[in-house]
């Protein structure tokens, strides 16, 4: 997978952070590091060095008590097709 999209519904965070698990299961940062300037107008799509995973996670830093998020979208990368011999 190489991309997630966030759509905020109501009081979007002040920041985001994708994650993604190693193959030890720990939690590493994805290449797209902290993003920024969110709002509810309009989804974002967080793209990001190609990882190979069983579980993201998207962190979220509200200046407020809540943030409510509407959905998050997981792109993966189309499978690669095998040629014939």
């Not at 190979?52 to 008590?65: D, E, K, L, N, Y």
């Amino acid at each position: 997978m190489d991309a997630v999209t966030v759509t905020s519904a109501e009081k979007a965070a002040q920041s985001l952070k994708v994650q993604f698990q190693d193959a030890s299961g720990a939690w590493q940062d994805t290449s797209a590091g902290t993003i920024t300037g969110l709002t509810t107008a309009a989804p974002v799509t967080v793209r990001f060095d190609p990882v190979t995973t069983r579980g993201i996670r998207v962190s979220f830093v509200t200046t407020g008590s809540f943030t409510k998020v509407a959905e998050v979208a997981i792109d993966r990368l189309p499978r690669r097709r095998s040629r014939p011999c």
